[in-house]
């Protein structure tokens, strides 16, 4: 039994890795699953996740999509970079870079971001290397603005003390320490439903606890500024929303909130009961929406098939 669990719990195995290289020098891992000539899917995770946060959906679209997930930056298998180089505008220009590297000439994808990841689509919304590759969008489990304020991880009143107290979460880089049954649970209360079942909650801790500490402090100082209001209005491309209603770090309201912005949403799927992790936590409902939307904005005309594969994996660099 041990076995197959440890099998079922190994990371998918990409047919392809790169090295993307973003507008600063900036260096992404970026990960290929599933056959050349599928329709094009386009994973960007959240604030202290990596790639394997997305394990599930890669599993179940890789068979017949080919699927695009990288590390933002200094998360995962992507180095960390200075101080400096946290920001809204380099997470646009590394979806940008990832972009070009991983789709044909003309080809589309459909793009699901999760927390920082859903910000990372919203920071690009003007940029023409996402109004010209996005056929569609999903935002799960994300906010544009105001998060210290509307957290509810702190169990304060609504105020001054809680925002500081969040907006000091978000910027700390003490250490997480290992994971123990202590963790798992302060975690599973921050960021996951009551009733998350104890192996997503251990495959979340696992993940948070490996991000660096000098990325959760970076990007946790860009979150607590955060100000892409404007970029959901500019978001000129299919979207839909998916979101938990027992969300701590982002609650809710801002789920309805980017939905009644969206130029062209296509609504909001709210998931009762579910926190922030909804990719991990409801991974059947994240995928059916993902498939939903290529199913209904990618053409089979939108798709490359000049490249081709043998199904073996192989690493390079792009500039």
Sequence with gaps: MSRLLRRADAPPVPARELTVRSADGARLHVEVHGPDGAPAVVLAHGWTCSTRFWDAQIRALAADHR???YDQRGHGGSPAVAPGEYSTDALADDLEAVLAATLGPGEKAVLAGHSMGGMTIMAAARRAGLRERAAAVLLCSTGSSRLP???????????????????????????????????RRVLKYATMGAGAAPERVALCARIVHACPRSARSGWGKVLADLDLDAGVKELRVPTAVVAGTADRLTPIGHARAITAALPEGLGLTELTGLGHMTPVEAPEAVT????????????????????????????????
């Design 149 to 183: 304020g509307a957290s509810t991880v702190l169990p304060l009143p609504a105020g001054k003390v809680r925002t500081a107290g969040t907006r000091a979460i978000l910027a700390t880089a003490a250490p997480l320490g290992p994971v123990t049954p202590l963790t």
């Design 288 to 319: 059916a929406k993902i498939r939903e939307l290529v199913t209904a904005y990618l053409p089979a005309g939108t798709r490359n098939t000049d490249e081709g594969t043998d199904g073996t994996a192989e690493k390079k660099e792009v500039a």
């Design 67 to 69: 699927v695009v997930a």
